[in-house]
């Protein structure tokens, strides 16, 4: 069975600061990977997503994950944040010819401070 | 991307009561889920919705608790039965088709009293 481990529970940062959101997964397959993020009041929404390919992925509201697949990792990163980048970011793995029922990480709750 | 409305987006119960909870998708979608997320926690899949066939559950969860119904591609229902205080939580409806990243509605937020 897969699963997902986010390391950070709770992030503070203060705008402009970069951050990098820890995501491991365990797995032996080939995996899809997924960063779901989920602003206060609203529904989770996909922020990027990896298939195949190049292991540098970008996603909207300048945000990229890198997948290394010798981690087992799929961190998230953004060089500089934004008070509007406060949210709850959710990391998630489907393995690739399975279901499409994806295995969720616990959630890492980011505070951005103006 | 298919657009999900999902209803009641909140509502506080009485004990023991039970609530029904629609989610409904502008286009057909293979796979419906029904997700429950407490507070501090991550997302627990409740049941895979079939499509004009009993949901499929997953461990810890039962279809007397929580009955779903899915009589077609773009719509299903999720009731929580006989509800406790322990039921209060965010309930998701999610759809996926081809192995796609799976698409949230906005999520029913439920307090029991």
């Known amino acids: 069975a897969q699963s997902v481990s986010q390391h950070n529970h709770h992030v503070i940062l203060s705008e402009a600061a970069s951050l990098e959101l820890g995501c491991n997964y365990s797995y032996g397959g080939t995996v899809n990977l997924f960063w779901y993020v989920q602003y206060p009041g609203q529904h989770l929404q996909l922020l990027l997503k990896?298939?195949?390919?190049?292991?540098l992925v970008k996603g909207i509201k300048g945000f990229e994950a890198e997948f290394i697949k010798s981690k087992f990792s799929f961190n998230l990163r953004k060089p500089s944040v934004q008070w509007s980048d406060t949210a709850e970011y959710f990391c998630a793995v489907t393995s690739t010819g399975g279901s499409y029922i994806p295995t969720f990480g616990r959630g890492t709750s980011l505070i951005v401070h103006p | 991307s298919a657009v999900i409305s999902q209803k009641p987006s909140r509502d506080i119960c009485q004990r023991g009561t039970s609530l029904t909870i629609q989610c409904q998708v502008d286009s057909q979608v293979t796979m419906m889920f029904w997700y429950r997320q407490q507070p501090g926690q991550s997302l627990t899949l409740i049941a895979t919705a079939n499509q004009g066939s009993e949901a499929t559950y997953e461990s810890g969860f039962v279809i007397d608790k929580f009955p779903i119904s899915r009589p077609n591609l773009t719509f299903s229902t999720l009731t929580v039965s006989n509800m406790s205080p322990e039921d209060s939580s965010i309930y998701l409806c999610?759809?996926?088709?081809?192995?796609?990243?799976?698409?949230f509605g906005d999520g029913t937020r439920l307090s029991i009293l």
């Open positions: 990896y298939f195949s390919g190049d292991p």
């Open positions: 999610s759809v996926a088709s081809d192995n796609q990243p799976q698409h």
